[in-house]
């Protein structure tokens, strides 16, 4: 696999990294990546665990001067007890800047009233997804809300670092017979973290992946860190290519833990990125 560097010269990525903050979303497709004009759009978004340290007004002019349409949000810009009126009135301040909040996460439910809580919290703001971990003994009753609601549920996995869901399979082995609304997160950061291979697990589950949390890391074990995408270990080009070609539907979040206090370079070199390969995919 070429290296960052020599895959930005020989593909001329580096003008798309530098135009990350100004681009206003994603790259339009010039020509369909398999000559299927119905082929979709892949979506870019952010999760905002990213930007967590900030509060949610600051984080919702960071994602636009990002260029990016839509968001999870995490609690930290909405809590999850939050009234029904502080729900609307964060929805309408991200409405009225051209940003779409289609779903919160990660939440996680150890509780029948936690379950509750959720759906309701994701109802009222007009949420189509919960990013969740629910307590496995949960899921009968999550799978009862999710029918009644039509809020869908994709269960995140967190690698080697907690046991609940640690493998996207695990999670995959639970609900693939459930409602078809009940699906997976896949953060391939964790996955590769986990041992197993994000394009190969992609393929794999993607009948029930709803969400992908995008990221890279530095090394395929419990000790890899979040890196700027293009500097870690990931075959980031393979999966993207694996993304065009499956025609997935759903939207590619950008979920960049590293300098929690100043993470705005690192994401939108991580953005600039994965948009220059999908250009060069035409996707």
Known sequence: MNS???????????????????????????????SDPAAPRIMLGMA????????????????????????????????????????????????????EVYGCGTVYMKTAAEVEQAFHYAQTAGMKMIVGAPNVELLPLVEQKVKATDVWLAIHNHGPDNPLYSSPLDAYALVKN????????????????FGLDPVVVFKTTFDRVFDVHIKDVSAPTKAGKT?????????????????????????????????????????????????????????
């Open 48 to 99: 905002s665990y990213t930007i967590r340290k900030f509060d949610l007004d600051k984080a919702l002019a960071m994602v636009q001067r990002l260029g990016l349409q839509r968001m999870v949000f995490k609690s930290d810009h909405l809590a999850l007890n939050s009234t029904d009126a502080q729900i609307k009135q964060a929805i309408a301040k991200a409405q009225a800047k051209g940003i």
């Open 178 to 193: 459930m409602d078809r609304r009940m699906g997976l997160c896949l953060d391939i950061g964790h996955t590769q973290r």
């Open 227 to 283: 890196v700027e995408i293009g500097r870690g270990i990931i075959d980031m080009v393979g999966f993207l290519k694996t993304v065009v070609a499956l025609k997935y539907a759903y939207t590619l979040d950008f979920e960049h833990e590293k300098d929690d206090t100043d993470p705005l370079p690192g994401v939108a070199e991580s953005i600039g990125y994965v948009r220059g390969v999908l250009k060069m995919l035409n996707a």
């Open 4 to 34: 960052r560097r020599e895959f930005l010269k020989n593909a001329g990525l580096g003008a798309a990294a530098l135009t990350a903050l100004s681009s206003s979303g994603c790259v339009a497709p010039t020509t369909s990546p398999v």
